[in-house]
């Protein structure tokens, strides 16, 4: 493979796609086109395909004559069809990677390149990433996606990484003429890409790997941050001694060694979820389903787990913490490692989105989610639309959990400081203690009067069982009970509980029909309709094969049959062992349950439904009523249901459900479960016994056919519920979690989500401080620069003062939106917080860029720009430069304007004008 695409690199056969073509993406086409290959630009705006399939530039840098040459000649194409990526021998991607205010990263577009990738590859092929990104992106998010299939990097396939140096409007350096970066997984991987780009580019330089070359771009984007802040530092200090910066700086560059100018601005330029959306976790072989707010909360309160304080956020940074996660290239849940956690206050735009079954989510309006349109792609919240398909989990990694299960109650008591331990006895099931009284006797005598009892009764304390355990050989729990009381009273419990599939149904019973009491011991109740006799009987039937005694009580007005075990074991064991509540509100599936064999979990779920399910059969002729006209048609319907006032228990049991591949659906009704639909009541069958499979046995025999779910969609390794609204939020505070290899997690509801990322200069600092080193020049630059918008919005308001004019209803014009000279990109950009501050402080504000017709503010606050004539320069009491775009009349403005601030230092040359005001 190698050198067979070493030779169609060399002889220009190669077929080149590059994925992304604005104003990285296109420029490097048209070289790579020039140089005689033949290249298609993917892009998913239609626009841009079409503008370049018509030899019409819309990047600056690009002249139009070259796309039209290029296009006629058949070196140069756009498609938006991914499929075509199986054609192509290398794939560039250029897609963006924005960061916003909280320094994180949108890699959703990496991500979703990657997708088509592995979706539509080949052998043979080299991949290689441009997008400026962290370090280990290339390997850790690429890399697995590719992996599939049992091709092997360097061998089947090559994957690099070139860090993207265009400088957008700059004439000076085109692409050509940019000296490349590459670093490669492998060795060939590096060649390969070193000598694709020699083809193109004039200079091409190679590092030892793909972590390399990304770290590379992160020092090259540190260092214009770092230089940055220090001339708007040293912007805020000449305002304060009355000195012209501009001037200071213009004199300083002249010095021809040891000093690069930068110039100062108002600035340089993470997402999500709410505290109370579920997540399963695993730690220590255990289970559990929690919000993450909860989990958080938790971990925080460990000493030994590392923590972090970073720009307002607080990292957590688990050491063997794991969650259910699905990975999007072999299309399997398994469990993967929670890199950190992070919880941070929050005001900008928030999503609650709801699905047509009735699921929702409550996130941030950029973290990024999966959504299913053909194929499954990755999509900011802001950017899903209603009728987008969600992907939810309809599966769980075979559990590593095995059969045979125990609980050492007498393990438990020792540990604990429940006061009933002074009162429990422990009694051998098949020996006698007499036969070991050479043990107990010396322990005994001196310490308890009538130690003579314990032959007799065959029963010794706890207490001093614990002293003589050590010296019995073969003595384990499955051979003792544990007794409390006496005489009549006496409760004989096993001292080893085995879970086992009929365990499991009984726990299932206890959380539907049940409460647990304190009276003089602890009673476990179990409550059915006295029709229900399967159900009743089974109950008997487990507690007799755990040796637990019980007593039943029927009740005539009810109809009832109540099975009371008054055991304070057995109590123990429900209430503070396995922690499954005492009361319908507090109610829960204990922790490890989740994590069982199908198996086990389909019993669980079996007592659960037959103590809380409903079910709603209805067959036979139906009439319905339409226009004045009575109808009638053949029935046949059935609906499962179970209702839980207890949020743990409900969100488990949807869970549960979804684990065995049976998708529920939700009414208006907090808490209530439906269960519909042929494929699931098939999965139910058996499960419910008596009166309420009957029921089901019924429907499936009478059902002529089997409609497709107009609800769900069926997928290779998931299921879909298509979007029904979303709606504006407030959240106060947000949680995120990063996780290892599948950068995914299942959220509630088993709606699949991905995780955020920190970074860019500040993504460096971040993982400095994993390594125990802090980056405090990094960190104090980002402080300098985030404060400079708060600069400029306290400048204008000290322009307009010295004018007698408040801020307050000012009429504000502001000139440039995008975040760069001449560039069509807002993401980043100052002035958006310029902007917005200034109409919280109740300015009226009006905007103008040549680049840009509308945009929004966080909060969702919708800005139309203004076209730039004399009546909207004159009227405004303020003109404010914010980006120096080369197509503005400045000239127009300096005649038209009451007054100006000048953030760029643009009219430097109209020196005789007396309203400029420069930063």
């Known amino acids: 493979m190698f050198s067979e695409l070493k030779s169609k690199i060399q002889s220009k056969k190669a077929n080149i796609g590059i994925i992304g073509q604005g104003y990285v993406g296109l420029p490097l086409a048209v070289e790579f086109a020039k140089a005689g290959f033949k290249v298609i630009g993917f892009d998913t705006n239609d626009k841009k395909v079409s503008s370049i399939n018509k030899g019409i530039s819309y990047i600056m840098d690009v002249p139009s004559e070259d796309v039209k040459s290029l296009i006629a000649s058949g070196k140069l194409k756009a498609a938006t069809d991914t499929k075509l990526l199986n054609k192509m021998d290398v794939i560039i991607i250029c897609v963006p990677t924005p960061l916003r205010k909280t320094k994180e990263p949108d890699i959703s577009y990496i991500l979703s390149a990657s997708d088509a990738i592995a979706n539509n590859k080949k052998k043979g092929q080299l991949v290689i990433l441009e997008s400026t990104t962290y370090p280990g992106t290339t390997e850790e998010i690429i890399l697995p996606k590719l992996n599939g299939d049992g091709l092997k990097v360097g061998k089947d396939f090559f994957l690099a990484f070139s860090p993207e140096r265009v400088d957008p409007g700059n004439p000076k350096y085109k692409t050509r003429d940019i000296t490349k970066i590459v670093g490669g997984v492998t060795a060939e991987c590096t060649e390969l890409a070193r000598l694709l780009y020699s083809q193109a580019i004039k200079d091409v330089v190679s590092v030892s790997s793909t972590r390399s070359a990304e770290m590379v771009k992160l020092l090259e984007n540190t260092f214009r941050s770092v230089n940055i802040a220090m001339v708007n530092e040293l912007a805020l200090m000449c305002h304060k001694m009355n000195l012209d910066v501009w001037e200071i700086i213009n004199a300083a560059k002249t010095k021809p060694f040891g000093f690069m100018p930068f110039y100062p601005g108002p600035g340089i330029g993470g997402h999500c979820l709410s505290e109370k959306e579920y997540i399963l976790i695993k730690n220590n072989d255990t289970v559990k389903l929690t919000t993450i707010g909860d989990i958080f909360a938790e971990l925080k309160k460990i000493p030994e787990i590392k923590k972090m304080y970073y720009k307002n956020v607080l990292f957590l940074l688990p050491e063997n913490l794991f969650t259910l996660s699905f990975n999007p290239t072999i299309r399997k849940m398994s469990f993967k490692k929670v890199r950190c956690l992070t919880e941070r206050k929050y005001t900008g735009a928030s999503l609650e989105i709801k699905t047509i079954d009735g699921r929702h989510i409550k996130i941030t309006d950029r973290h990024p989610l999966f959504i299913q349109n053909g194929k499954l792609a990755v999509k900011l919240a802001k950017d899903i639309k209603i009728g987008e ?202 922790d490890a349950f989740l994590g069982f064999p199908a198996n086990y979990r389909r019993n669980l779920l079996a007592g659960l439904l037959r103590g809380d399910g409903g079910v709603d059969y209805k067959c036979g002729k139906m009439s319905y009523r339409k226009n004045n006209r009575i109808y009638k048609h053949n029935s046949n319907s059935l609906n499962v249901n179970y209702f839980s006032c207890s949020p743990i228990l409900f969100h488990q049991v949807v869970f549960l459900l979804q684990s065995l591949g049976i998708m529920p659906t939700f009414k208006a009704r907090e808490g209530l479960i439906n269960i519909s639909g042929l494929e699931n009541i098939m999965k139910l069958r058996g499960l419910l016994a008596g009166k309420k499979d009957e029921k089901i046995d019924l429907y499936i025999k009478n059902k002529i056919r089997a409609p497709k779910s107009k609800i769900f969609k069926s997928y290779d390794g998931f299921v879909t519920s298509r979007i029904k609204s979303i709606d504006r939020i407030n959240l106060k505070k947000v949680y995120s979690l990063e996780v290892e290899d599948t950068n995914t997690f299942v959220s509630s509801y088993g709606i699949i989500s991905h995780n955020c990322i920190p970074l860019d200069p500040l993504y460096l600092s971040w993982k400095a401080r994993q390594h125990g080193f802090e980056a405090r020049f990094i960190e104090l630059a980002d402080e300098i620069n985030s404060f400079m918008p708060h600069y400029v919005v306290d400048k204008i308001t000290n322009i307009l003062n010295e004018k007698k004019k408040p801020l307050k209803g000012s009429n504000i014009l502001i000139i440039g939106i995008t975040y760069k000279k001449d560039i069509n990109d807002i993401r980043e950009s100052p002035a958006l917080e310029i902007i917005d501050s200034l109409i919280k402080k109740d300015a009226y504000v009006h905007c103008y860029d040549p680049l840009v017709s509308g945009f929004e503010l966080d909060g969702g606050k919708k800005i139309t720009t203004v076209k730039l004539t004399k009546d909207i320069i004159s009227s405004s009491d303020l003109v404010v430069i914010i980006t120096d775009h080369s197509d503005v009349d400045y000239k127009l403005i300096v005649d038209s304007a009451k007054l100006i601030f000048d953030t760029r230092n643009v009219l430097k040359d109209f020196k005789n004008s007396k309203n400029i005001v420069k930063l």
């Open 389 to 590: 398909e969600m992907p939810l989990m309809n599966d769980f990694p075979e559990a590593d959990i095995g059969a045979g299960i125990k609980i050492n109650l007498i393990e438990y008591l020792l540990n604990s400081d429940n006061p009933i331990k002074s009162k429990i006895r422990v009694e051998p099931r098949d020996f006698l203690w007499k036969d070991y009284r050479d043990f107990i006797t010396p322990l005994a005598k001196d310490k308890y009067e009538y130690y003579s009892d314990y032959y007799r009764y065959n029963q010794i304390p706890i207490s001093l069982y614990v002293q003589i355990k050590d010296k019995l050989r073969d003595m384990d729990s499955n051979r003792l009970y544990l007794c409390t009381g006496r005489g009549p009273s006496q409760v004989r419990s096993p001292a080893s509980i085995l879970i086992d599939e009929d365990f499991c149904r009984l726990i299932g019973y206890y959380l539907s029909e049940r409460c647990l009491t304190v009276n003089r011991s602890l009673r476990t109740r179990f409550s059915f309709n006295r029709d229900e006799k399967e159900y009743i009987s089974d109950v008997e039937n487990t507690l007799n094969k755990l040796g637990l005694r019980y007593s039943e009580y029927h009740s005539k007005r009810w109809h009832t049959n109540c099975i009371k075990a008054s055991s304070d074991i057995f109590g123990i064991l429900i209430r503070d062992i396995l922690e499954c509540g005492i009361n319908s509100k507090s109610m829960r599936i204990p």
